[in-house]
């Protein structure tokens, strides 16, 4: 039994996977069936099927942390490292496959916004559906029934099937029921990737209210700075295991040094290019950060290089070779193209075949923090466009550090430049 | 938010590899009512949205189907009834039968149909067949009152064998249940069981003396395994409870004890396949 200030204990938990276990929704019984002949046949040839360690792959491993009642963790890891995986193990979907573990009281999480939500029930409906899968009591539904419709202000159809419902005023209706949980402990998992400015602010700011009356947190986050804002203390997850249990400064520090958010690179293979393409072949294009790493995330404040490695396999006149950002959701920043300049534009007027690489820099104090898509075009303006790929390539920004992060509150909008502003006393009262 | 109830004391609960084959744990399923209850109710609402008829359907079911074996098998085949009214022959055994079909149709498909909440939220998974054959309970509660009709039109009088009904009801439930927990666990590995399922159903229908009388299967040895099939009893008892004739025998015990076979293996075995069921689904 642990301690009763503690509100999480987790002791050497591991999950196991069975590789392709998440594509067995095509598994038939013939499958089975030839499986199950096969194994027979070599056990006959006097092979022993034996079920090796490369037909498993451990998602968590000897995975030991603890957290205080009324403490906000959070869980930092590139995609892959086992976040998802921690959390379904901790909200007991999922059975972990060696361990212990102790949770004391309801575990709510933001990751089940709307779940259950049955779009032919009106919103009225919806709420005592939703309210009872997320584990509350009939009464205290009705007790908190109209703060949750207040809250996501959909008074006006709360009678009207949620069919009908737009995506913002669903989204809202279903945060109101979670938010109105009240879990001794909750989890939030990348739930400001969601939705709009203001939706995203109120999840941060029932966070906060959730951290403030006592209860626990977890939150798992590619936010850096959300994760340095809401959490005291966070554990950098790697391949399923925990490398470090640190004040957030610290973890997060650790976690952006290190590399572990080594992404940042796409490749392209020969069959993932269009024929259409030719002469232009893409190759990789790659995100580095101010040391000259590779990086998924990289901070507002240094300078972002980007380079995109292509070849030519004829001589082609007039190639410009660019790129665009957007948003994740799908709004332009900007585009830049290789020979803007008026230099280079006459420089490289004609390429002749060949491996080139063309490297450009975003200067600091840009971009605001968030994720970003980075697009690649290639084209000879006028004449024809050779390859496009609008999402070839995504990564983060943090903007830790940057110019206004003292005031603990998101900005909205991609760009968050420095500008030179000024204050100037006009006369004295 | 207001100022947390905490509850020092607030439950512990305990994670840890689930291990061997798991028993049941009812307390813990009460704890739960409340998701049954609502489970059941958004099973039954959205099965009539949108539909004029609403909840008449699960009459008008019913009515049709006799309507369609007593042309077939009650004027044109000439199908011994036992003496009864053909048409109320049929009825009372399709009743009962439309229950366990539309149970099994329901909770087979259950697992699969609610996967984005067996992957996302913990509650004990026995809840969403279940209620997947309360659903189909109050349907057939509600079509009870055709039998009442019928009898009505048929100058039957009421007598207390009408009460086996109760028992009788609750075996079919556990009978479907029990089915509906081998099926749907099944089907969120393989999805050749929802394939199946209609033969499955129709097969099962031909083997219940629902369209003949179960005197045309030959007393003896033959009849004890015919029984077997846990409709059998269920469909004997009803049409006796109903409107008399040969009383339930031997048939039903067998049929109770097939049940409560199904229901304990098939207890078993979901709660075994449960531990996978969000990894695989």
Redesign the interface.
């Given at each position: 039994m642990m301690d009763s200030d503690l509100s999480i204990l987790v002791r050497g938990i591991g999950k196991r996977y069975k590789i392709g276990a998440t594509q067995q929704r095509t598994d038939t019984l013939r499958d089975l069936i030839t499986a199950q002949a096969e194994r027979i046949g070599s056990t006959l040839r006097g092979k022993r099927h034996q079920s090796n360690d490369a037909d498993h792959i451990w998602a968590l491993r000897d995975v030991n942390f603890e957290v205080k009642r009324g403490q906000a963790l959070g869980i930092i890891g590139r995609n892959g490292a086992g976040k998802s995986t921690l959390l379904k193990v901790l909200s007991r979907v999922t059975d972990p496959t060696e361990g212990y573990g102790e949770l004391r009281g309801r575990v709510g999480s933001l990751l089940e916004v709307g779940t259950g939500f049955h779009p032919e029930l009106t919103g009225r409906e919806n709420i005592f559906l939703n309210g009872a899968i997320l584990g509350m009591h009939k009464k205290e539904i009705e007790a908190r029934f109209d703060e949750i419709v207040a809250f996501s202000e959909v008074e006006k159809f709360i009678d009207t099937p949620v069919k009908r419902y737009s995506s913002g005023m669903y989204l809202r209706l279903a945060f109101a029921v979670a938010a109105h949980l009240e879990p001794e402990i909750l989890v939030v998992d990348e739930v400001l990737a969601v939705g709009d400015a203001d939706f995203q602010r109120k999840c941060l700011g029932k966070m906060g209210d959730v951290a403030n009356s006592g209860r626990t947190v977890l939150f798992v986050s590619h936010n850096m700075s959300a994760i340095l804002r809401l959490t005291q203390d966070s554990i950098v997850l790697d391949k399923g295991k925990v490398l470090l249990r640190a004040p957030s400064s610290e973890a997060v520090d650790f976690y952006l040094n290190r590399g572990l958010s080594k992404l940042g690179e796409r490749f392209w293979e020969e069959d993932e290019v269009p024929a259409s393409s030719a002469p232009f072949r893409p190759l990789a294009i790659r995100i580095l950060d101010k040391a000259g790493q590779i990086s998924d995330s990289v901070r507002s404040v240094d300078p972002i290089r980007i380079e995109i490695d292509y070849e030519l396999t004829e001589d082609v006149t007039g190639l410009r070779v660019g790129c665009y950002l957007f948003t994740t959701r799908g709004e332009p920043i900007f585009t830049s193209f290789d020979t803007d300049s008026e230099e280079l534009f006459k420089e490289y007027t004609a390429r002749p075949k060949g491996i080139y690489t063309s490297r450009c820099i975003i200067p600091p104090d840009i971009l605001n923090e968030g994720r970003f898509l980075l697009g690649i075009n290639a084209s000879s303006y006028g004449i024809r466009r050779y390859f496009q790929d609008d999402q070839a390539l995504s990564f983060s920004v943090d903007a830790s550090g940057a110019p206004g992060t003292h005031w603990p509150e998101p900005r909205p909008g991609p760009v968050r430049p420095v500008l030179d502003w000024e204050i100037e006393q006009r006369g004295s009262a | 938010?207001?100022?947390?109830d905490?509850?020092?004391s607030?439950?512990?609960?305990?994670?840890?590899?689930?291990k061997g084959w798991l028993g049941i744990n009812l307390k813990e399923l009460w704890h739960y009512r409340?998701?049954i209850?609502?489970?059941t109710?958004?099973d039954i609402?959205?099965r009539y949205?949108?539909a004029v008829l609403g909840i008449a359907w699960s009459v008008l079911q019913p009515v049709l189907t006799t309507a369609i074996t007593t042309v077939v098998f009650g004027i044109l085949l000439k199908v011994n009834s036992d003496g009864l009214p053909y048409p109320v022959f049929a009825l009372s055994a399709l009743l009962p039968w439309h229950l366990f079909q539309l149970s099994l149709q329901k909770s087979s498909v259950s697992l699969v149909g609610?996967s984005?909440?067996?992957?996302?939220?913990?509650?004990p998974r026995v809840i969403i067949p279940l209620s997947s054959v309360l659903a189909a309970l109050v349907d057939f509660v509600i079509s009870l009152i055709l039998l009442f009709i019928t009898m009505a039109i048929y100058k039957i009088p009421l007598t207390w064998n009408i009460l086996w009904v109760i028992p009788l009801t609750l075996l079919t439930v556990l009978a479907a249940l029990a089915v509906g927990f081998w099926l749907s666990a099944l089907n969120v590995?393989?999805?050749?069981v929802q394939q199946m399922v209609p033969f499955l159903i129709q097969i099962w229908m031909y083997a219940t003396p629902i369209v003949y009388p179960i005197t045309t299967i030959p007393e003896g040895t033959f009849r004890y395994i015919y029984s077997l099939n846990p409709m059998v009893g269920v469909v004997q008892g009803f049409r006796w409870a109903f409107f008399g004739g040969s009383p339930p025998d031997m048939t039903l015990i067998i049929s109770s004890l097939a049940v409560l076979l199904l229901l304990i293996t098939g207890l078993f075995f979901f709660r075994h396949m449960e531990?996978?069921f969000?990894?695989?689904?």
């Open positions: - | 938010m207001a100022e947390a905490l509850n020092p607030a439950q512990v609960v305990t994670l840890k590899p689930a409340e998701l209850y609502f489970l109710w958004r609402k959205v949205k949108q609610n984005n909440l067996l992957t996302k939220v913990y509650f590995q393989y999805r050749d531990t996978t969000a990894d695989v689904v």
